[in-house]
T-cell receptor, first 111, second 112 residues
Framework: LAKTTQPISMDSYEGQEVNITCSHNNIATNDYITWYQQFPSQGPRFIIQGYKTKVTNEVASLFIPADRKSSTLSLPRVSLSDTAVYYC????WGAGNMLTFGGGTRLMVKP | NAGVTQTPKFQVLKTGQSMTLQCAQD?????MSWYRQDPGMGLRLIHYSVGAGITDQGEVPNGYNVSRSTTEDFPLRLLSAAPSQTSVYFC???????????FGPGTRLTVT
């Protein structure tokens, strides 16, 4: 299983761009990088997934360097409602391989 | 679509009691999984299934049993509840070949 390391917590202000970096030094060739968001008392919600380079959707961007040993989730212009825990997962769940959630990054957005 | 549903929402058990947490999905997903989340912690995988009749252990399977007789349902059984099993339990489902998991609302279990 690929182990991931993320900052425990981050603070930001409304309107700022937030970048959360995840380290995954032992990522395997078939592994994808997936990010989830979790609000208190709710199950996690899928945000974005990528394999290499850059992926962008309506809520976030994911930057993956060529060596794939890290990835950065970028949230543009955060609002108070983006206060949540963000999890980086590395693996190939789609192929039935077990993957794990780490401790996540607790993002606090302040007014 | 109701998505992923879990029952009950809350449960209090005494040590040694057994119970089954129910999970159902109506998206025809092949993969289903159970996680537990302790206060202030990330999710840990208990058991998962890649299709009806197929189950496998996750990180923390001890004290739990699962079976998958249909595509829709994936119940989690606590054989003899212990205070260490006090946690929030999440069920999730996903399509084969895709990594996006859809999570249920969770069951908050307290074992006294």
């Amino acid at each position: 299983l690929a182990k991931t390391t993320q900052p425990i917590s981050m603070d930001s202000y409304e309107g700022q761009e937030v970048n959360i970096t995840c380290s995954h030094n032992n990522i395997a060739t078939n592994d994808y990088i997936t990010w989830y968001q979790q609000f208190p008392s709710q199950g996690p919600r899928f945000i974005i997934q990528g394999y290499k380079t850059k992926v962008t959707n309506e809520v976030a961007s994911l930057f993956i360097p060529a060596d794939r040993k890290s990835s950065t989730l970028s949230l543009p212009r955060v609002s108070l409602s983006d206060t949540a825990v963000y999890y980086c997962l590395v693996g190939d769940w789609g192929a039935g391989n077990m993957l794990t959630f780490g401790g996540g990054t607790r993002l606090m957005v302040k007014p | 679509n109701a998505g992923v549903t879990q029952t009950p929402k809350f449960q209090v058990l005494k040590t040694g009691q057994s119970m089954t947490l129910q999970c159902a999905q109506d998206m025809n997903h092949e993969y289903m999984s159970w996680y537990r989340q302790d206060p202030g912690m990330g999710l840990r995988l208990i058991h998962y299934s890649v299709g009806a009749g197929i189950t496998d252990q996750g990180e923390v399977p001890n004290g739990y049993n699962v079976s998958r007789s249909t595509t829709e349902d994936f119940p989690l059984r606590l054989l003899s509840a212990a205070p260490s099993q006090t946690s929030v339990y999440f069920c999730a489902s996903s399509s084969q070949g895709l990594d996006e998991q859809y999570f249920g609302p969770g069951t908050r279990l307290t074992v006294t």
